[in-house]
């Protein structure tokens, strides 16, 4: 990874994904926008970095020495675009961490400029979205006819500053899920349903992660859903964020909420990162048919998870002729077996049991 320039690599994601690659034998570059913050990191793992402001250009004069550009900076819609094209100009294959819906279908936008230039555009190499897109693709290629798919997350991790600054921008926004091929807005909370995570039907509500645009990206299924797991209590208070927007959506308060979330949180701590798990769910539908497949996920601490991916894909990306040009899902350009691989997976299919429950398929 000598030719990898890890861009936020100071912030609490970016440290982690600094000090994997590191232990991996990796020599990436480190950078940010704060140029005594990416000193001390960078003189503490051995490793160069680098100063670099995404409003200062041109910036394809930085990037042009890499291979690679794993974008760490969240909120990745003010990030992602410019170091895209600063990428296309550079000849600069790109990875990023982001979840954020907005984000993959504006780089998605970007899928034949990026061919043309010979490069690979790969966002959603963390937690989002790796787990759930490749088990939507592990689903797809058991029921191939399916037109709907349904994805569900649930854990209790903290958040990163970066991940609490992102819920923050995005919380005026409501909702989202996948239509007949369109993304359509939609408020907060705006399904409920009960979904069986490994102890049973737990309610969960629409949440707007990115796999509106990944998942239909990697399976050509033109409907889908993410559901998150919260307490039935809850939902009402989600619900009424929609008539919050204009509060949520006003710069005062934006600037409030992000010196709060700098001052109080950090993210999980060492304990949490070895200790804490997830669960990822998926169902297929043949609306046609009736026919449906589902199964689940467990994953280690979505933090400690998207170190682990971000790591390996970017050492997929750097070897000769490993991934295809243009816009790629992690499924799509690794494979659907790729979560599989990650240090502490566990999958598992599920059949019908008594009265309809979920019950896990023999092993293979």
């Not at 923050?168 to 996948?178: P, Y």
């Not at 997830?278 to 996920?297: I, P, Q, Y």
Request: glycine share 12%; charged share 25%; net charge negative.
């Amino acid at each position: 990874m000598d030719s990898l320039l890890i861009y936020g690599s100071y912030g609490y994601t970016g440290r982690l994904i600094a000090r994997e690659a590191a232990a991996r034998g990796g020599s990436p570059t480190l950078a940010g926008r704060d140029g005594d913050r990416v000193a001390r990191q960078a003189e503490e793992l051995g490793l160069q970095g680098r100063a670099i402001d995404l409003t200062d250009g041109p910036l394809e004069d930085e990037l042009e020495a890499f291979d690679a550009v794993l974008n760490c900076a969240g909120p990745f819609e003010r990030t992602a675009e410019p170091l895209v094209l600063a990428c296309l100009e550079a000849g600069t294959d790109y990875l990023d961490v982001t979840g954020e819906f907005p984000v993959f279908e504006r780089l998605r936008q970007y899928g034949e400029t990026a061919s043309a230039a010979g490069i690979t555009l790969l966002p959603g190499v963390g937690f989002d979205v790796v787990p759930t897109d490749c088990l939507a693709a592990m689903l797809h290629e058991r029921l191939p006819t399916a037109d709907r798919l349904h994805l569900g997350v649930k854990s209790g991790y903290g958040f990163s500053p970066g991940t609490a600054r992102t819920f923050v921008e995005l919380a005026g926004q409501g909702g989202v899920i996948r239509r007949n091929g369109r993304l359509l807005s939609v408020p907060a909370a705006f399904r409920s349903r009960q979904i069986d995570f490994g102890d049973g039907p737990e309610h969960a509500v629409t949440i707007p992660l990115g796999d509106v645009v990944t998942a239909a990206h990697t399976t050509g299924i033109e409907s889908v859903e993410v559901y998150g797991a919260v307490p039935e209590w809850s939902e009402p208070l989600l619900s009424a964020t929609d008539s919050l927007r204009w509060v949520l959506e006003r710069p005062s308060v934006e600037r409030a909420a992000t010196r709060a979330i700098d001052a109080l949180v950090d993210g999980p701590d060492g304990t949490a990162l070895a200790t804490e798990s997830a669960t990822v769910w998926g169902e297929v539908v043949d609306e046609d048919s009736g026919e449906r497949r589902s199964g689940r996920l467990r994953t280690p601490n979505p933090y400690a998870l998207t170190a682990d991916a971000a790591v390996s894909a970017a050492e997929r990306v750097l070897e000769d002729g490993g991934v295809e040009d243009g816009f790629q899902t992690p499924a799509g350009a690794f494979g659907s077996e790729f979560v599989t691989e990650l240090a502490g997976i566990e999958r598992e299919f599920l059949g019908v049991g008594p009265e309809g429950s979920a019950v896990p398929e023999p092993a293979d």
